[in-house]
């Protein structure tokens, strides 16, 4: 069992940044995790964002965010964490951390088995 905090969220105009914070507890000492970060917009479908191959720090990235959005860890903390920058008015989304006991980090929310609450970003234009 695996339980996820998001935090960072927030109201920024277009442009800004933000990095957002998943803290990770419970069955965390194997380190043998995939970390990854969704977003759901209002009216869509939850989509994949970024994701890390917690102990080895492989990362995954969805081709629209490559670039703009960093996916980073601190194992010492159980914190994994996603740095936005260039938001634009479309990242408006619940950003959500979720874990998978697997090797590879795959960008599709089913399969993804423990979920954290969500955390909110709003963009502004």
């Known amino acids: 069992q695996v339980q996820l905090a998001e935090s960072g969220g927030g109201s920024v105009q277009a442009g800004g940044s933000l990095r957002l914070s998943c803290v990770a507890s419970?069955?965390?000492?194997?380190?043998?995790?995939?970390i990854g970060w969704f977003r759901q917009a209002p009216g869509k479908e939850r989509e994949g964002v970024a994701a890390?191959?917690?102990?080895?720090?492989?990362?995954w990235y969805s081709d629209s965010m490559k670039g703009r959005f960093t996916v980073s860890q601190d194992n010492a903390k159980n914190t994994v964490y996603l740095q936005m920058n260039g938001l634009k008015p479309e990242d408006t989304a619940m950003y959500y951390c979720?874990?998978?006991?697997?090797?590879?980090?795959?960008?599709?929310?089913?399969?993804?088995?423990?979920w954290g609450h969500g955390t909110q970003v709003t963009v502004s234009s």
């Open positions: 979720a874990a998978l006991y697997d090797i590879t980090c795959p960008l599709v929310p089913v399969v993804y088995n423990y």
């Open positions: 890390i191959y917690t102990r080895g720090a492989l990362t």
């Open positions: 419970g069955d965390t000492y194997s380190n043998r995790w995939c």
